[in-house]
């Protein structure tokens, strides 16, 4: 079935570097959304990106799509600990309200 | 607002037991979700309906899960019996039915099966 390919799985940075993940699709991409969950908490809705080649920037995020729409990317410039968490993307599937999430890249902020 | 609400928060039964876990939806949204999620598999959808209609529940991994939504307010997702491999955190998410909108997750019914 469809799905949507994050990595890295898993991330180590130190504080204060940047930090990127990747989300990857076999098919063209209506749109995209990303989600956080904090450790021990639950997925919150960050940013959907909708046009070809579009950029958005949440303070220190920067969200990218693909010219092509079926990739996308989160890049967190000077990581700090509030960043710590597991970020998916997730491919909204134009039909039902139904979302399919990637498998998420995992942060680990070491001080 | 008061959000997605799901209870129990936390839940330790023993295998073989039935489990129930409620959900409120967001007023107003129409579609509501219920997902689990283990370290293994992630984030998985069991099963989603739109205004209270099972839509789709390929995702519900055997005929021990069930889920109902007798109303726009309310919705169960009951295990019967339950196994130590059901283990997980279960989230219920709604959303305003509609192309691409952002869907909101309670807080998660974090269950133990012993």
């Known amino acids: 079935g469809q799905q949507v390919m994050q990595i890295p799985q898993y991330q180590h940075v130190q504080e204060g570097e940047d930090f990127t993940t990747y989300c990857n699709s076999s098919?063209?991409?209506?749109?995209i959304q990303w989600y956080k969950q904090r450790p021990g908490g639950h997925p919150v809705f960050l940013i959907q990106?909708?046009?070809?080649?579009e950029v958005k920037k949440q303070k220190r995020l920067t969200f990218q799509f693909g010219e092509a729409k079926k990739n996308s990317s989160l890049h967190i410039t000077a990581t700090q600990t509030t960043d710590v968490g597991t970020y998916f993307c997730?491919?909204?599937?134009?039909?039902?309200?139904?979302?399919?999430f990637g498998k998420g890249t995992r942060l680990h902020i070491l001080p | 607002d008061a959000g997605v609400i799901q209870s129990p928060r936390h839940e330790v039964t023993e295998m073989g037991q039935e489990v129930t876990l409620r959900c409120k939806p967001i007023?107003?949204?129409?579609?509501l979700f219920w997902y689990r999620q283990t370290m293994m598999r992630g984030l998985e959808l069991l099963i989603y309906?739109?205004?209270?209609?099972?839509?789709?529940d390929s995702g519900m991994p055997e005929d021990r899960f069930s889920a109902k939504m007798p109303n726009a307010s309310f919705s169960t997702l009951k295990i019967q019996p339950s196994e130590p491999r059901d283990s997980a955190v279960y989230f219920c998410?709604?959303?305003?039915?509609?192309?691409?909108?952002?869907?909101?997750f309670g807080p998660g019914t974090r269950l133990t099966v012993l």
């Open positions: 990106l909708v046009k070809s080649g």
């Open positions: 007023s107003g949204h129409n579609s």
């Open positions: 997730a491919d909204p599937m134009n039909r039902d309200d139904k979302i399919i």
């Open positions: 098919t063209t991409l209506s749109n």
């Open positions: 998410a709604s959303t305003r039915q509609g192309t691409y909108n952002e869907q909101f």
């Open positions: 309906f739109n205004n209270n209609v099972p839509i789709d």
